[in-house]
């Protein structure tokens, strides 16, 4: 049995007004592999990560991550990270507090953990950086955090929606062709919702167009 990284099978989303915004959709991610998601606003790409994640509910069809059927399994259980526009991170903790997050409780030492946030946040080029309140960051650096934090669980699976959008245009294009390098190296596969062509063509490995809910090709 060939298992890809995600896969979904005929998969709807429909909100609870009636809407339906992804109409059975079928898509295959293999392991390592970088898809961008590539349409214009209101296409359905955040629906489409977000049913993945489990943050909508699917209304019909499959979603398989490494194999798995995630019906029913919360988001934090599906293996999957995931990167928002705006970072979400914790206004409260540090950077190296805010990489930490996931691995906390997870039975490592503090030593472990303080090597392992040292190596992803060497990885998005953030060496020194531990000790910063996420408050002192720019917005570049603010998103190289949220990917160090989703990297740390290592998924194998990062969903990414549009988490340079909100950057000026030198820095997402700089942003992008580093971040190709970074997922590489991290040797995550990653569904990488965008609606700019260029940003698509630099950091995927294969290009995917949404329109009206469907993937057109
Ligand atoms: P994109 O990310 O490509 O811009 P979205 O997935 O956010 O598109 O939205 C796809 C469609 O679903 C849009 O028409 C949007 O208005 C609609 N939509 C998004 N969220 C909701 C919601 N919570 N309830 C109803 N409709 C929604
Ligand atoms: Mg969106």
Redesign the pocket.
């Known amino acids: 049995m060939s298992e890809y990284a995600l896969e979904l099978q005929n998969v709807t989303v429909t ?3 009636g ?1 339906e ?2 109409h059975g959709v079928d898509l295959q991610v293999s392991p390592g592999e970088i898809v961008a998601l590539l ?10 990560l ?1 049913g993945v994640a489990g943050l ?1 509910a699917v209304t019909s069809g499959r979603v398989l991550i490494a194999g798995q059927d995630v019906a029913g399994v919360p988001t934090h259980k599906r293996g999957c990270g995931m990167v928002f526009q705006d970072g979400q991170l914790f206004p409260h903790r540090t950077v190296a507090g805010n990489v930490a997050y996931s691995l906390e409780h997870t039975g490592r030492s503090r030593a472990q953990i303080r090597d392992e946030v040292a190596h992803w946040l060497n990885l998005v080029g953030l060496p020194d950086y531990g000790p910063r309140a996420i408050t002192t960051l720019s917005g570049g650096q603010a998103q190289r955090v949220a990917l160090a934090r989703s990297l740390a669980r290592r998924t194998g699976l990062l969903l990414l ?1 549009e988490p340079l959008s909100a950057l000026d245009r030198e820095l997402r294009e700089q942003l992008a062709l580093e971040l190709r390098g970074i997922l590489t190296a991290a040797d995550s596969s990653a569904v990488y ?1 965008t ?1 700019d062509h260029e940003e698509a063509n630099t950091l995927a490995d294969r290009v995917v167009y ?1 329109r009206d ?1 469907e993937i057109t090709g």
């Open positions: 909100y609870t007004d809407f915004a992804l349409g214009p606003s209101g296409s359905g790409k955040s629906s489409l977000r909508e929606d919702v609606h949404m809910g």
